[in-house]
T-cell receptor, first 114, second 116 residues
Framework: AQTVTQSQPEMSVQEAETVTLSCTYD???????LFWYKQPPSRQMILVIR??????QNATENRFSVNFQKAAKSFSLKISDSQLGDTAMYFC???????????FGAGTTVTVRA | NAGVTQTPKFQVLKTGQSMTLQCAQD?????MYWYRQDPGMGLRLIYY???????DKGEVPNGYNVSRLNKREFSLRLESAAPSQTSVYFC???????????????FGDGTRLSIL
């Protein structure tokens, strides 16, 4: 079974600053995908960024970027120039290539302060 | 384009009552999923349907049943609700990308279910 660990239950950041969320996972598979989802107070689950394990280049999406360290099984999310609208719970998730079961971490609540 | 639609959005039940949560997607996705979200535990997979006509258990299937009614619809049923099933329930769907792997899952807005 795959496990995903988010060790930071809560984080707070000043508007316009940078915050980094950690995620580690455990798998014996070599080919898989990693995701970060955002869940604002509205409860929607919104895909933030996706990383394919076979790609060495870290994924970026506007102000969001990841640091993917395959050997260390680490997948951190960096939010640059934080905005009030970034306040949300962030979930790291993992799925094996061609599988159907998406495994989630417990989530990190990010609060952006004005 | 509605995406994934869940009904109802909120529901309160008494212990022992039955309830069906409905989910429909309009993206022609093959696979559909039901999750529950509890504080401090992220989302946990209850059941999924890889394709029309198939269903499989996820991580926490006990106390639930599902029906893949057609390609668009995937329902979750609680036959005899228990307080431990108080949770937020999410439906999701996904299709295949060019490599044949599942695309990222699209989620509905969730159903908040309280069982007294």
């Amino acid at each position: 079974a795959q496990t995903v660990t988010q060790s930071q239950p809560e984080m707070s950041v000043q508007e316009a600053e940078t915050v980094t969320l950690s995620c580690t996972y455990d798998t014996s598979e070599n080919n898989y995908y990693l995701f970060w989802y955002k869940q604002p107070p509205s409860r929607q689950m919104i895909l933030v960024i996706r990383q394919e394990a076979y790609k060495q280049q870290n994924a970026t999406e506007n102000r969001f970027s990841v640091n993917f360290q395959k050997a260390a099984k680490s997948f951190s999310l960096k939010i640059s120039d934080s905005q009030l609208g970034d306040t949300a719970m962030y979930f790291c998730a993992f799925i094996i290539f061609n599988d159907y079961k998406l495994s989630f971490g417990a989530g990190t609540t990010v609060t952006v302060r004005a | 384009n509605a995406g994934v639609t869940q009904t109802p959005k909120f529901q309160v039940l008494k212990t022992g009552q039955s309830m069906t949560l409905q989910c429909a997607q309009d993206m022609n996705h093959n696979s559909m999923y039901w999750y529950r979200q509890d504080p401090g535990m992220g989302l946990r997979l209850i059941y999924y349907s890889a394709s029309e006509g198939t269903t499989d258990k996820g991580e926490v299937p006990n106390g639930y049943n599902v029906s893949r009614l057609n390609k668009r619809e995937f329902s979750l049923r609680l036959e005899s609700a228990a307080p431990s099933q108080t949770s937020v329930y999410f439906c999701a769907s996904t299709g295949l990308d060019r490599s044949g792997s599942n695309q990222p899952q699209h989620f509905g807005d969730g159903t908040r279910l309280s069982i007294l």
